[in-house]
């Protein structure tokens, strides 16, 4: 992976440099000038051995006849000057010597004397060694300290800002996901032509947030949006930024976007959103200020550019509902793509993209792979392709065949039962029911909005399966009926669930949460019960935001009250109830119908449903 720094500075250029200023060194100085001990010095200049000698302050250079030594001085010194043929030059450091004219005079040498360069010596002496350690000292800063000044952090280095310039990643490597890609296909467009887009008047998103579960492909296809508009990907995740010193991350995140200005137009991708874009004032510990910092920042430079030059953000994330309100508001993240786990065929086709450079035997069929595989993500899938090739090579096998498909599913299961991601056989029987259930109340209460969508593979954490009605916008005004209707429908979930195992079990307990919690807000705030025209709350709060919290801003009442209030409450859920088991019992033949029809299919459209539920029993 290409990685673009902003540090182009780097050890090695160092490292380069010492070796060759040693190279140097031994090839000047310590091959060709051996040295030798001033005593011995004086014994070979005694015995006329030497030449051409040259007088430093506190040095003596000059020539020894080689070869004509043995005998005179010392080993080392023979080492050092006195093999071979030739003359070898040698060095020794000066003394005091008052007698050394004297004998140098006396043997008849030739010699100099030289003085040395006052400005050479300086520069080697003090300016080298100084300038050295500022360059080494800068480059530690530099590594280690914040960009914001010199604090050194030690996180930093986990938090890379990458980005990859030539994208090979196509949208047909992305699979099973196709309504995320249907609405994707705009942003590709803009990317390639941003002129275009705005000559037109168009409003291009800025922020287009990917939600999904984890492994589901949200990297993948923001890549692929990048390799096929062929611009340049700039990526960071989210969790390197959490655990670093104030400043660093926000410091980071205004870099990436300079960086990213510049090569516009491109695709800014942040993973794990949710890492930085908690809601500020959750942690109980008070707030994490670097992750705060980094938030804002994000905030800030978002705001700050303008979409003209073709820049889009891209966040990944699987649990946007913890993110911060700000983060989603008009102007930022404001595009929101959910991506799936993908259905049989979804998998099917993303197993057919990942076995496309693996020798399939000819009897193979994707098909039974993809029906054997619930509730698995493109990695998951990705994974079992990659496993089942590998045990093929492992049995020296030609081709990758059934067994070692069944092998790797077993595999990749056994590595997902830990994690409890996967629904055993029962558990999905128990929630096609309770989909179905769902799903019939709603088509046949007239105050209900119709169902789009049925679906039994697993979304996110905590719920197993869901009902999609349409219209799914905010509602300002609702009436009772409505409330009623809307109440019996979460209701019908446990009660198919009743009526076909004659047995309950605890996967309703997000749909009894939100039933109670309307019948609790008819009673209090909108005066829908027999209590009367009376609202126990003193503030209005937004309708039906779906956050589950709960009461703590009512009006201190009576004990006495709040039993009536907590009858009326049961009075209401009993009704809704009523409601819910009579349509069910009515259509038990079609409900075992549309739970059959989940188990095969996973997810059933709103048409089909339609057609079940007009065939009578
Ligand atoms: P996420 O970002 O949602 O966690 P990734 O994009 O990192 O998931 O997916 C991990 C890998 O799984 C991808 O590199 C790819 O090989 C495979 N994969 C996931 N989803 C798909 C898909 N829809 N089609 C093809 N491959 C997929
Ligand atoms: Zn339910």
């Given at each position: 992976m290409p990685i673009e720094k902003?540090?182009?500075?780097?050890?090695w250029y160092f490292v380069l440099a010492m070796v060759i200023l040693m190279a140097f060194q031994t090839y000047f100085l310590a091959d060709q000038v051996g040295q030798i001990p001033y005593n011995e010095f004086k014994i070979l200049l005694k015995a006329n051995k030497l030449s051409d000698i040259v007088i430093y302050e506190d040095l003596i250079s000059g020539k020894v006849k080689a070869g004509e030594i043995e005998g005179l001085v010392s080993s080392d010194t023979i080492k050092q000057v006195?093999?071979?043929k030739g003359d070898r030059s040698f060095i020794t450091a000066r003394v005091q010597d008052p007698d050394l004219i004297k004998d140098l005079e006396s043997v008849g040498v030739k010699f100099t004397g030289k003085l040395e360069n006052k400005l050479v010596k300086f520069f080697t002496n003090w300016i080298l060694p100084i300038l050295f350690f500022v360059v080494v000292w800068g480059f530690l800063m530099r590594r280690?300290?914040?960009?914001?000044?010199?604090l050194m952090s030690i996180?930093?280095?986990?938090?890379k800002v990458y980005m990859e310039k030539d994208?090979?990643?196509?949208?047909?490597?992305?699979?099973?996901i196709d309504e995320a890609k249907e609405e994707l296909k705009e942003v590709i467009e803009f990317l390639k032509f941003p002129q275009k887009f705005q000559r037109l008047g168009g409003k291009i998103p800025k922020g287009v947030l990917l939600v999904g579960?984890?492994?589901?492909?949200k990297t993948l296809l923001a890549k692929a949006v990048a390799g096929e508009a062929g611009v340049p990907f700039f990526s960071m995740s989210?969790?390197?930024?959490?655990?670093?010193?104030?400043g660093v991350g926000a410091a980071r995140v205004r870099d990436l976007f300079t960086q990213a200005q510049q090569k516009a137009p491109c695709i800014i991708f942040v993973d794990e959103l949710d890492a930085i874009g908690?809601?500020?004032?959750?942690n109980p510990m008070g707030g994490h200020d670097e992750r705060e910092q980094t938030l804002n920042q994000l905030l800030v430079e978002m705001d700050g550019f303008n979409t003209e030059k073709g820049v889009i953000i891209m966040a990944a994330t699987n649990?946007?509902?913890?993110?911060?309100?700000a983060l989603l508001r008009p102007g930022r993240f404001d595009r929101h793509v959910m991506i799936d786990k993908p259905d049989v065929q979804g998998r099917e086709a993303i197993l057919k993209v990942h076995s496309k450079g693996v020798t399939l035997a000819?009897?193979?069929?994707l098909k039974v792979i993809a029906a054997r595989t619930?509730?698995?993500v493109g990695a998951d899938l990705a994974n079992i392709v990659n496993e089942a090739a590998l045990l093929a090579a492992r049995k020296d096998k030609k081709e990758v065949d059934m067994k070692d498909f069944d092998e790797a599913i077993d595999r990749v299961i056994a590595g997902l039962e830990k994690k409890n991601r996967r629904m055993n056989e029962k558990e999905k029987e128990i929630v096609a029911y309770h989909e179905a259930g769902h799903a019939i109340v709603a088509e046949t209460l007239p105050n209900a909005d119709p169902v789009h969508k049925v679906s039994i593979?697993?979304?996110?954490?905590?719920?197993l399966g869901y009902t999609q009605q349409l219209p799914t916008e905010d509602r300002y005004l609702m009436t009772k009926g409505e409330l009623l209707d809307r109440m019996s429908v979460l209701l019908g979930g446990r009660i198919a669930e009743e009526l076909h195992f004659q047995e309950i079990s605890t996967g309703a307990q997000n749909d009894l949460l939100r039933a109670t919690d309307i019948a609790e807000r008819m009673v209090?705030?909108?005066?829908?019960?027999?209590?009367?025209?009376?609202?126990?709350?003193?503030e209005r709060r937004p309708?039906?935001?779906?956050?589950?919290l709960g009461y703590?801003?009512?009006?201190?009442?009576s004990e006495e009250t709040a039993r009536s209030i907590d009858q009326e409450v049961r009075k209401i859920i009993d009704q809704a109830r009523g409601i819910a088991g009579q349509i069910l019992k009515e259509h038990l033949s079609q409900l075992s119908a549309l739970a059959q029809r989940l188990l095969e299919k996973e997810v059933v459209e709103g048409e089909e449903l339609r057609e079940i539920l007009a065939k009578s029993g």
């Amino acid at each position: 992976m290409p990685i673009e720094k902003k540090t182009h500075f780097s050890i090695w250029y160092f490292v380069l440099a010492m070796v060759i200023l040693m190279a140097f060194q031994t090839y000047f100085l310590a091959d060709q000038v051996g040295q030798i001990p001033y005593n011995e010095f004086k014994i070979l200049l005694k015995a006329n051995k030497l030449s051409d000698i040259v007088i430093y302050e506190d040095l003596i250079s000059g020539k020894v006849k080689a070869g004509e030594i043995e005998g005179l001085v010392s080993s080392d010194t023979i080492k050092q000057v006195g093999k071979g043929k030739g003359d070898r030059s040698f060095i020794t450091a000066r003394v005091q010597d008052p007698d050394l004219i004297k004998d140098l005079e006396s043997v008849g040498v030739k010699f100099t004397g030289k003085l040395e360069n006052k400005l050479v010596k300086f520069f080697t002496n003090w300016i080298l060694p100084i300038l050295f350690f500022v360059v080494v000292w800068g480059f530690l800063m530099r590594r280690m300290g914040g960009a914001s000044g010199g604090l050194m952090s030690i996180g930093k280095s986990k938090a890379k800002v990458y980005m990859e310039k030539d994208i090979n990643i196509k949208f047909d490597d992305v699979a099973g996901i196709d309504e995320a890609k249907e609405e994707l296909k705009e942003v590709i467009e803009f990317l390639k032509f941003p002129q275009k887009f705005q000559r037109l008047g168009g409003k291009i998103p800025k922020g287009v947030l990917l939600v999904g579960a984890p492994g589901t492909g949200k990297t993948l296809l923001a890549k692929a949006v990048a390799g096929e508009a062929g611009v340049p990907f700039f990526s960071m995740s989210g969790s390197d930024f959490v655990e670093m010193f104030v400043g660093v991350g926000a410091a980071r995140v205004r870099d990436l976007f300079t960086q990213a200005q510049q090569k516009a137009p491109c695709i800014i991708f942040v993973d794990e959103l949710d890492a930085i874009g908690k809601a500020r004032g959750i942690n109980p510990m008070g707030g994490h200020d670097e992750r705060e910092q980094t938030l804002n920042q994000l905030l800030v430079e978002m705001d700050g550019f303008n979409t003209e030059k073709g820049v889009i953000i891209m966040a990944a994330t699987n649990r946007p509902e913890i993110l911060d309100p700000a983060l989603l508001r008009p102007g930022r993240f404001d595009r929101h793509v959910m991506i799936d786990k993908p259905d049989v065929q979804g998998r099917e086709a993303i197993l057919k993209v990942h076995s496309k450079g693996v020798t399939l035997a000819p009897e193979m069929d994707l098909k039974v792979i993809a029906a054997r595989t619930p509730g698995f993500v493109g990695a998951d899938l990705a994974n079992i392709v990659n496993e089942a090739a590998l045990l093929a090579a492992r049995k020296d096998k030609k081709e990758v065949d059934m067994k070692d498909f069944d092998e790797a599913i077993d595999r990749v299961i056994a590595g997902l039962e830990k994690k409890n991601r996967r629904m055993n056989e029962k558990e999905k029987e128990i929630v096609a029911y309770h989909e179905a259930g769902h799903a019939i109340v709603a088509e046949t209460l007239p105050n209900a909005d119709p169902v789009h969508k049925v679906s039994i593979i697993p979304r996110g954490i905590g719920a197993l399966g869901y009902t999609q009605q349409l219209p799914t916008e905010d509602r300002y005004l609702m009436t009772k009926g409505e409330l009623l209707d809307r109440m019996s429908v979460l209701l019908g979930g446990r009660i198919a669930e009743e009526l076909h195992f004659q047995e309950i079990s605890t996967g309703a307990q997000n749909d009894l949460l939100r039933a109670t919690d309307i019948a609790e807000r008819m009673v209090r705030e909108y005066g829908m019960s027999d209590l009367g025209v009376i609202t126990f709350e003193k503030e209005r709060r937004p309708l039906f935001l779906e956050t589950g919290l709960g009461y703590d801003t009512g009006r201190s009442i009576s004990e006495e009250t709040a039993r009536s209030i907590d009858q009326e409450v049961r009075k209401i859920i009993d009704q809704a109830r009523g409601i819910a088991g009579q349509i069910l019992k009515e259509h038990l033949s079609q409900l075992s119908a549309l739970a059959q029809r989940l188990l095969e299919k996973e997810v059933v459209e709103g048409e089909e449903l339609r057609e079940i539920l007009a065939k009578s029993g």
